[in-house]
């Protein structure tokens, strides 16, 4: 278990002193005074290229980060958890998401097996299953072909495929129409049903616990619903689960040859590579999924084996902290330039604020440091024309992480060049932003009068010397979808070793689940007033009365 504690660090300390200087830089003299900031400030890997020269840094920031990085012993944790050390410390579990997209010949003994060997079977009959659905060989009770795939899942269940089948939407199977479902609101299910045919569609029930209570009562919905149409009998050709729980998939009904399991070393945000990412075969074919494999694997290796000073997720990571525990910026934004990514921002919600939203370390005791910072965003441009207003001109420094992809999808022309151009622009607009002197050479140009030239200046003026970072990929492939998430998974990973945290249980949840437990059985049965406060009840109350109760 990790000792280390970053406030208590020396390097800590160094890095505090440093900031001291740091804090009064200016990007655009950074720029200025460094003609090769852009090629010492980048680094390229795995089908990747992150530039990181838009942030307040210097080469003796990096040497110092690096120095923290290893006074947190990250590259000892790293290989702990890709060797199956039991890192998950409050649950007592191995953290192996890396394991699932290991290639074939490789072996990672576990409790007596091999890890990879178990990954690559159920990968075979991911492959067989996925194949005869998208041949048309797996057909539905009435002999027709499967065309709408819905998956019931919601957190790590649900974000991961569907981010990914949206990101690799051009190399979707034809016939195949993927649609998700997630929230408990009936509103989600009751929307989708009316649009499906129950003989042509399937279902994949994905939990893995298989206890989760949205997902079995959306599952139970599915199941009822199928069954005004056909028998009991017929069901085995509509549904099939993903999970680690047999038990639970065997009492709702469903075989286990139709059930694709996983194991606890897999974590439900760190799931997609796992059985859970059985839309994405559907969608793409087992080759696309190897591939998909493949580039989070090539990612790992990177990971495992780059020096420090030239390792994509550990940059990333270190940057965040720069950002975060010594600007003290606190959300971040995530900006993806390309329509096919716009779940990506909601997918790294889940990834970084359920991994590191912690407030204690991982010996139980109040951390003195914050930890992760709020992660939001959307597609650009739309949020140009939505809140970037706040990001030029506002009060807080939000980071932000421009994601771009050089070559389109579609052959429209114009668009991809405007695409791009904003993306771009964006970023130095951030690191530049735009003197008053500046505003005024440019209204006087436009012979506005002196006092609306006064008037303006304080409006029309941007501080600039806000960091970003961006990251480009040639082409959006199931190769480099791949390595970019794998590339947040373990920038995740190095800020939680430098944080001295847990990132892999999650126990923030809980709470929540188990007084609703008591409230749903409160809006129906008996209300128990002496369990809440005066707001609670009063919600409770007004919600019964509504419906009739
Ligand atoms: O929200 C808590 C959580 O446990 C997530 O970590 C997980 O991805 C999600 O619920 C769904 O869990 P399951 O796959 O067990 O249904």
Redesign the pocket.
């Known amino acids: 278990m990790s000792t280390f504690s970053l406030p208590a660090s020396s390097s800590y300390k160094a890095l505090l002193q440093h900031h001291s200087h740091a804090r009064t830089w200016q990007l655009r003299e950074l720029f200025k005074q460094d003609p090769d900031r852009f090629s010492r400030f980048s680094v390229e890997a795995a089908g990747l290229f992150l530039d990181y020269s838009k942030n307040i840094i210097d080469a003796e920031t990096l040497s110092l980060l690096c120095g923290l990085a290893r006074e947190a012993r990250v590259e000892a944790q790293r290989d702990a958890m890709f060797t199956g050390a039991r890192i998950n410390v409050t649950e007592n579990r191995a953290v192996l998401h890396t394991a699932l997209r290991r290639p074939r010949h490789d072996r990672l003994p576990l409790d007596g097996e091999d890890a990879v060997a178990q990954v690559h079977d159920v990968l075979d009959r991911i492959a067989g299953f996925s194949e005869r659905v998208r041949s048309g060989e797996w057909r539905g009770h009435d002999g027709r072909e499967i065309t709408d795939i819905v998956n019931i ?7 991961g495929p569907k981010m990914a089948c949206q990101a690799l939407r051009p190399f979707a199977h034809a016939r195949l129409t993927m649609h998700f479902v997630s929230n408990v609101d009936g509103h989600d299910l009751d929307a989708l049903l009316p649009q499906l045919d129950p003989a042509r569609t399937l279902f994949i029930v ?7 209570s ?2 079995m009562t959306n599952a139970q919905s599915a199941r009822a619903w199928m069954l005004r149409g056909m028998a009991e009998g017929d069901l085995a050709r509509h549904f099939v689960a993903v ?3 047999l038990e639970a998939v065997t009492r709702f009904g469903i075989a286990p040859e139709n059930m694709f399991p996983f194991w606890d070393w897999v ?3 760190y ?1 997609v590579w796992s059985a ?1 990412g059985l839309p994405l075969a559907l969608s793409i074919g087992i080759e696309g999924f190897h591939a998909f494999l493949a580039g989070a694997h090539e990612m790992d290796t990177h990971f495992r084996e780059a020096p420090l000073e030239r390792n994509l997720p550990v940059l990333l990571g270190l940057i965040g902290i720069w950002n975060r525990n010594f600007l003290g910026s606190d959300s971040i934004s995530i900006a993806p330039y390309h329509q096919d990514l716009a779940l990506f921002p909601g997918y790294l919600q ?1 990834l970084e604020m ?1 991994s590191n939203g912690k407030r204690v370390h991982i010996d139980g005791a109040p951390l003195e440091n914050a930890t992760c910072p709020v992660i939001w965003g959307d597609t650009g441009t739309n949020g140009q024309h939505a809140y970037f207003q706040l990001l030029h001109q506002g009060t807080d420094i939000v980071p932000t992480d421009f994601i771009a992809v050089l070559k389109p999808a579609h052959a429209l022309p114009h668009h991809h060049e405007r695409l791009l151009a904003n993306c771009f622009a964006q970023s130095e607009a951030f690191m530049r932003g735009k003197t008053a002197d500046e505003v005024r050479a440019e209204m006087q140009a436009q012979n506005l009068p002196a006092d609306e030239i006064a008037k303006l200046i304080p409006h029309r003026t941007f501080p600039g010397n806000r960091p970003s970072t961006t990251i480009l990929l040639d082409e959006l492939t199931p190769a480099t979808l791949g390595a970019l998430i794998a590339l947040y998974e373990h920038k995740v990973f190095v800020q939680g070793a430098i944080w001295g945290i847990n990132s892999f249980d ?1 126990w923030g ?1 809980e709470l929540g ?1 188990v007084l609703a437990k008591n409230i749903e059985a409160e809006l129906t049965g008996q209300p128990d007033p002496a369990r809440h406060d005066s707001s609670t009840n009063g919600l409770i109350a007004r919600a019964r009365r509504c419906a009739g109760h």
Not at 153 to 159: A, D, E, R
Not at 206 to 212: G, H, I, V, W
């Open positions: 899942g919601i957190g790590g269940s649900y974000l994905a939990s893995k616990t298989f206890t989760t949205e997902t999970s680690t729980n974590g439900g945000r799931s859970i889940q359920e999650q949840v689940k």
